[in-house]
């Protein structure tokens, strides 16, 4: 019974519960096995006789639903669901259908296809049959705040009309409280969260979601955030999924690291008749510490395969992209110098590298790296601040009155050769998207264009969210604002500057645009991965080819990071590709891929 989790307290076994169903259920089962008699309460029998209901109506559920992912269809009820796809104004592809059909067959489920597959759209048709069933009126959404203006977007495409939505993050504790105690008549129709909102703000939701009136589908987008066992996150999750009618997880990347992080996912999905019991869950911890990886792939195809739907990249039909050979120039005279110098100095520093504690070594190296990608994107660079790096790299008084004065001196080679690209795009009538992944030099393009007579627009960190459609800042374009811009063909931008960080996920620019310029690059291969979706996605590169090209310096660091992203990122297609698989490569936080170069250029055995 300790094993179990019960505790001894004034003679009596006791355990505070939170599936009080499956504990019973367990115990019982488990005295019977051992042949130990038992006597049940009136009380108890009745608990295990609606568990025992509830699993035989769970077992028809996922057996329905593993059918479907079979291609075993019911026609009548496959033609009923597509009669009314067919009413809706966006046309889902064969693909998005099968994998609309699954989620509306089994209830709660998950879509772990490939970014870019119109995941989506998929949910917005499911809910919207469920809504005219009179199952759903409200769509609440938790996930990065990248996604909401998408969503919006795309309730408007798929649907036909406008959403009545608002933004929950970003507003004052107050003016959240004044949404979630509204009565269900006043309430909106599409809520919109971001994760650490549902932290702070997790009672209120699950009151707002469990008033008389409301029946949500809660929907959590790019769910791998949640990965984390027993995090902040995912409990506020858990207890705010309690009180949803319907519930969706979304992401194309469901294992990140561990087969751990898949737990969370399908425990919020079915709390209480999680196909992963704690036994299995303990299983899959000890096969992985053994590396015995094929009987915990084995397992997770019989207990999750049925419960989530997964579309390959391969399945999508679009028209494979054209990677351009890198564009390979000179440095002008002063780059070339001062890179130059910046890279004998990091070999010179490196020598004394071996008596300070790892941690320190991690931050120097992070900033040494940092300072030799900004010498190839932009010398003036140099002269910002890098957190927690304090080092002075330049020494030398005359190469730093150059770095100085740079703009006065010389216009980088990446620059000129970038405008001659642009001006052979657009005589082509082609919009064009430009990314750089340093501030500075995103704004030396943007003023080299504006100087030129170009319209142009930035996308960064600092350009403001659209908030319940009130712009905060008078007179400033939001990210909305500029994305819409630039997709519209006939609106005269058709240059857009943006960094990874900022514009790497859920802005799809697909439509209408097909050439992508990396002016340079980071060691950060998910952004890359997720940068290169932005023009090849479904609904619209099926007929049109996205093209990508990249400058680059020559004997430089150019080369060593566009290798290095390009074998990240073909491993990771290749393991995307696949149904459970544990990605070696941490996705979501890259600081050390730059401790990982430096080492393996500069650090001396």
């Not at 119109?118 to 917005?124: I, P």
């Not at 730093?400 to 050769?417: F, G, M, Q, T, V």
């Not at 939001?478 to 990874?500: H, Q, W």
Request: glycine share 4%; hydrophobic share 35%.
């Amino acid at each position: 019974m300790y094993f179990y989790g019960f505790k001894h307290i004034e003679s009596t076994l006791q355990k505070e519960s939170s599936n009080f169903n499956t504990d019973l259920a367990q115990m019982v089962a488990y005295f019977e096995q051992e042949g130990i008699n038992v006597t049940v309460t009136e009380g108890a029998i009745n608990f295990l006789e609606d568990f025992d209901k509830q699993n035989k109506e769970i077992t028809k559920i996922f057996k329905n639903a593993q059918e479907i992912k079979n291609g075993k269809i019911k026609a009548q009820s496959f033609d009923n669901f597509n009669l009314f796809l067919t009413k809706l104004p966006r046309k889902l592809k064969d693909h998005q259908i099968k994998a609309a059909y699954h989620l509306y067959s089994i209830g709660n489920g998950a879509n772990f296809s490939v970014p870019g597959s119109g995941k989506t759209s998929v949910v917005l048709s499911v809910y919207e049959k469920l809504r005219i069933e009179g199952k759903c009126n409200t769509l609440f959404i938790i996930g990065p705040p990248s996604c909401f203006q998408p969503w919006r977007h795309e309730f408007e495409a798929t649907l036909g009309r406008d959403s009545d939505s608002v933004i929950l993050s970003g507003n004052t504790k107050e003016f959240r409280r004044s949404e979630y105690f509204k009565s269900q008549k006043d309430s909106c129709e599409l809520y919109l969260c971001t994760f650490q909102t549902a932290l702070n703000d997790y009672l209120e939701i699950a009151k707002f979601l469990s008033q008389r009136g409301v029946f949500a589908f809660l929907i959590v987008d790019e769910a791998h955030y949640m990965k984390q066992i027993g995090g902040s996150w995912a409990n506020s999750l858990l207890k705010i999924g309690q009180h949803a009618s319907y519930k969706c997880i979304l992401t194309g990347t469901p294992i990140p690291k561990s087969y751990r992080d898949i737990f969370n996912l399908f425990d919020f999905l079915w709390q209480h008749q999680s196909p992963l019991t704690e036994d299995d869950k303990i299983q899959i911890e000890l096969w992985e510490k053994q590396k015995r990886n094929e009987q915990i792939k084995e397992l997770l195809h019989k207990k999750i395969g049925p419960l989530f739907y997964r579309v390959r990249k391969n399945d999508l039909g679009l028209i494979p992209p054209i990677f351009h050979p890198p564009i390979v120039l000179k440095m002008n005279v002063v780059e070339e110098n001062i890179y130059q110098y910046i890279k004998a100095r990091l070999f010179d520093l490196a020598e004394g590298d071996y008596f300070t504690n790892e941690e320190v070594l991690n931050k120097l190296w992070r900033g040494r790296m940092m300072r030799l990608r900004q010498a190839v994107s932009y010398p003036k660079l140099l002269l910002s601040a890098i957190d927690e790096y304090a080092e002075d790299i330049v020494r030398d008084s005359n190469l730093a009155l150059k770095i100085h004065s740079y703009d006065r001196l010389e216009i980088p080679n990446k620059l000129l050769e970038l405008t001659s690209l642009v001006t052979k795009l657009r005589a082509n009538d082609q919009k064009v998207l430009i990314w750089s992944n340093f501030i500075g030099t995103l704004e030396l393009i943007k003023s080299h264009f504006l100087s030129r007579g170009e319209n142009c627009e930035l996308i960064y960190g600092k350009t403001p969210v659209r908030k319940n459609n009130v712009i905060e800042i008078d007179d400033e374009k939001t990210r909305e604002d500029i994305r819409d811009e630039f997709v519209d063909p006939k609106s005269g931008l058709n240059i857009l500057i943006a960094n990874p960080a900022a514009c790497a996920e859920s802005i799809s620019l697909h439509k209408t645009c097909f050439h992508a310029i990396y002016y340079d690059l980071s060691y950060n291969a998910a952004q890359y991965i997720q940068s290169l979706d932005r023009i090849h996605r479904v609904g619209g590169s099926e007929f049109n080819q996205a093209h990508y090209y990249f400058l680059q310096y020559e004997n430089s660091i150019d080369q060593d990071i566009i290798a290095n992203v390009n074998n990240k990122a073909q491993k990771m297609y290749d393991i995307i590709e696949q149904d459970y698989e544990i990605y070696d490569l941490d996705l979501y936080h890259s600081a050390d891929d730059d401790v990982t170069a430096y080492k393996r250029l500069f650090k001396r055995n």
